[in-house]
């Protein structure tokens, strides 16, 4: 029997110890479980431990999931969402992580506003220019966050990233490092309807680097989960 518990606390220790390095409170970020792939009695477990704040790629999986677990759980839509798929997750998911394009902003916003609420929404950054990624080109970035202000039924609250994927953590600090900058360039913006707080980034390979260079949310699967047999 897989004890997931177990695999939480060793994150969790992780976690406090690189806030500890890098002089920051351990409630300066959110911990988000990604149970994408993973079925519902395994989550069911971490939620009984107490974290209450879940990733998903697929919306179709929200969907899925939502009902099974108490209206205190927190769904984070973190991978690509297509405009079609928009309507699984306006009334399930707390934040959007991944808009990456005007078009997929504009069907949020719609949807938003047709069951009357507003989306917390963060724009993704391809700080690494990687060609198979998702995401606003760094330089574009600015721009991209004042074209989404205006738009109603959203929100935007930050920024997120999905780093190279590599062995060694310490080459995906530069890119941990430019987000930040970022982060506190549009922050100082003061953008009318931008409220930037949240800087999503770092996974189970690279969360604490990234919490040493000012990462607010992290999104970690495989060290909670374990392995996945498919994305
Ligand atoms: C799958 C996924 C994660 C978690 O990845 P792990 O390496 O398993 O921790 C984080 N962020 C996004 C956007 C993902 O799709």
Not at 102 to 115: D, F, P, Q, R
């Amino acid at each position: 029997m897989l004890m997931l518990k177990d695999n939480l606390q060793e994150v969790e220790s992780r976690v406090s110890e690189a806030c500890m390095r890098a002089d920051r409170s351990r409630d300066e970020v959110l911990l988000i479980a990604v149970s994408k792939t993973k079925p519902v009695e395994m989550v069911r477990e971490i939620y009984e431990a107490g974290v209450r704040d879940f990733g998903e790629n697929h919306p179709q999986e929200i969907r899925e999931k939502f009902p099974e677990f108490p209206s205190d759980t927190n769904w984070h839509m973190i991978g690509h969402l297509q405009t079609n798929k928009v309507k699984y997750i306006i009334e399930r998911a707390c934040m959007v992580h991944s808009v990456d394009s005007i078009h997929l902003a504009e069907a949020i916003s719609k949807a938003a506003i047709k069951c009357r609420r507003c989306m917390p929404v963060l724009a993704e950054v391809n700080m690494a220019k990687e060609a198979s990624k998702y995401g606003i080109m760094p330089e574009d970035t600015e721009d991209f966050v004042r074209q989404l202000a205006v738009l109603p039924g959203i929100h935007v609250e930050g920024l997120m990233t999905i780093a190279p994927y590599t062995e060694n953590a310490e080459e995906n600090r530069i890119y941990f490092r430019d987000m930040k900058k970022l982060f506190v360039d549009i922050r100082e913006k003061n953008i009318d309807n931008v409220n930037i707080q949240h800087l999503s980034m770092g996974m189970t390979g690279d969360f604490e680097v990234a919490i040493e260079e000012g990462a607010t949310m992290i999104r970690v699967g495989t060290g909670i989960f374990g392995a996945r047999n498919y994305h």
